[in-house]
């Protein structure tokens, strides 16, 4: 049933868990007969991607909360339910949390504030005690679930993150090749657009990367989890490298004959080569591209000869693409090299097993 219900619905861990949180929330208001809505809101944008930046979080709304429903009852006891407590509460709310640097606080702090003035009703001080304690619950709650129930696991987030990008990375390079060296310029926009989403995706990889750090330091994980994480971290830092590079690659122009037909033969190869390399699981670095590259590197350092002896101001477009490659290549070697350490690892800990 559960599992249909995914199929139509984006219902993942952290979306149960801030409905489990809103309802004991709400049934702990209810026996206590405080009103649930502060609490429940609270209890809702407490929830965060981790146990960790629940706990760290909480810290800061408490105090936070408290600033804001004081200040709001100060501000009814002035001028009484009119829209200038409303902004007087808001803005000094917002105000105050960020002068004391308690900016996390803030959303919870304005929100606790504003939803009291319409509900004051008698002893100004009771309802600031009975928010505080709402808010004190959405918290608590909050926490305790995110802490204790379904504790967020990214791995397997990362791991299929992971395999995309270097898939995507792949085709990048098919991409570049394309409009740099067969002047297929309508390739050109696929590069770019492919080019800021695999940028995106590294970066939200990182993010799941350091979520998975945060969370262990509250629940138990092994070593071989952390080497893991940490072997995904290098060749994502490495995976990083090589689309920089190719994204110098975006801004360089042209001309139709600035290579010989023998260079960008040369040249088309190791673009398909990287492809290969990239796409490969253990990123395997065959022997006809260590001789392409030697060849490229003879090719470099002929143009910039050429260009010393003509003293040009300006290094030609040609060996700027030279030099990309050439430093492409670098860091594929160093993509080869950790990898085939990850391999001896997971080798010597078999055999121990």
Same mark, same amino acid.
């Given at each position: 049933?559960?599992?249909?219900?995914?199929?139509?619905?984006?219902?993942?861990?952290?979306?149960?868990?801030?409905?489990?949180?809103?309802? =004991?929330?709400?049934?702990?208001?209810?026996?206590?007969? @405080?009103?649930?809505?502060?609490?429940?809101?609270?209890?809702?944008?407490?929830?965060? +991607?981790?146990?960790?930046?629940?706990?760290?979080?909480?810290?800061?709304? @408490?105090?936070?909360?408290?600033?804001?429903?004081?200040?709001? #009852?100060?501000?009814?006891?002035?001028?009484?339910?009119?829209?200038?407590?409303?902004?007087?509460?808001?803005?000094? %709310?917002?105000?105050?949390?960020?002068?004391?640097?308690?900016?996390?606080?803030?959303?919870?702090?304005?929100?606790?504030?504003?939803?009291?003035?319409?509900? @004051?009703?008698?002893?100004?001080?009771?309802?600031?005690?009975?928010?505080?304690?709402?808010? %004190?619950?959405?918290?608590?709650?909050? %926490?305790?679930?995110?802490? $204790?129930?379904?504790?967020?696991?990214?791995?397997?987030?990362?791991?299929?993150?992971?395999?995309?990008?270097?898939?995507?990375?792949?085709?990048?390079? %098919?991409?570049?090749?394309?409009?740099?060296?067969?002047?297929?310029?309508?390739?050109?926009?696929?590069?770019?657009?492919?080019?800021?989403?695999?940028?995106?995706?590294?970066?939200?990889?990182?993010?799941? =990367?350091?979520?998975?750090?945060?969370?262990?330091?509250?629940?138990?994980?092994?070593?071989?989890?952390? !080497?893991?994480? /940490?072997?995904?971290?290098?060749?994502?830092?490495?995976?990083?490298? #090589?689309?920089?590079?190719?994204?110098?690659?975006?801004?360089? !122009?042209?001309? !139709?004959?600035? $290579?010989?037909?023998?260079?960008?033969?040369?040249? !088309?190869?190791?673009?398909?080569?990287?492809?290969?390399?990239?796409?490969?699981? /253990?990123?395997?670095?065959?022997?006809?591209?260590?001789?392409?590259?030697?060849?490229?590197?003879?090719? @470099?350092?002929?143009?910039?000869?050429? +260009?010393?002896?003509?003293?040009?101001?300006?290094?030609?477009?040609?060996?700027?693409?030279?030099?990309?490659?050439?430093?492409? /290549?670098?860091?594929?070697?160093?993509?080869?090299?950790?990898? /085939?350490?990850?391999?001896?690892?997971?080798?010597?800990?078999?055999?121990?097993?």
């Amino acid at each position: 049933m559960l599992s249909k219900v995914k199929t139509y619905l984006p219902l993942g861990g952290r979306t149960f868990k801030t409905g489990i949180s809103v309802f =004991i929330t709400t049934l702990i208001c209810q026996y206590f007969h @405080f009103p649930a809505i502060f609490a429940v809101m609270t209890a809702i944008v407490t929830v965060e +991607h981790t146990a960790a930046d629940s706990i760290k979080k909480a810290m800061v709304r @408490f105090p936070a909360s408290a600033i804001g429903a004081f200040l709001s #009852v100060s501000f009814y006891s002035v001028f009484g339910k009119s829209a200038i407590t409303y902004a007087l509460a808001a803005m000094l %709310t917002i105000a105050l949390c960020h002068k004391l640097k308690l900016d996390e606080g803030i959303v919870v702090a304005t929100l606790t504030a504003i939803a009291m003035i319409p509900d @004051f009703h008698g002893n100004s001080f009771d309802s600031f005690i009975v928010r505080l304690a709402t808010t %004190t619950i959405g918290i608590v709650v909050s %926490t305790l679930v995110n802490f $204790f129930l379904l504790p967020p696991n990214y791995t397997k987030y990362i791991d299929s993150n992971m395999e995309n990008l270097f898939e995507r990375s792949a085709k990048l390079c %098919t991409y570049v090749n394309d409009y740099l060296i067969e002047a297929k310029f309508n390739q050109q926009q696929k590069f770019k657009l492919l080019y800021r989403e695999i940028l995106r995706e590294i970066n939200q990889t990182s993010n799941f =990367i350091q979520f998975q750090r945060e969370e262990w330091k509250y629940h138990k994980f092994s070593k071989e989890n952390l !080497r893991r994480l /940490h072997y995904c971290e290098k060749k994502l830092t490495y995976l990083k490298q #090589v689309i920089d590079h190719m994204g110098n690659l975006q801004f360089i !122009r042209l001309k !139709r004959n600035a $290579f010989s037909e023998a260079e960008k033969q040369l040249i !088309r190869s190791i673009f398909l080569s990287f492809a290969g390399i990239l796409k490969t699981p /253990h990123h395997e670095i065959p022997i006809e591209h260590y001789q392409w590259i030697e060849k490229l590197d003879d090719e @470099f350092w002929h143009w910039k000869e050429e +260009h010393v002896m003509n003293k040009e101001q300006h290094l030609p477009p040609q060996t700027i693409v030279l030099y990309e490659l050439l430093f492409l /290549h670098r860091v594929i070697e160093e993509l080869h090299h950790i990898t /085939h350490i990850e391999l001896s690892n997971e080798d010597t800990i078999t055999k121990q097993l």
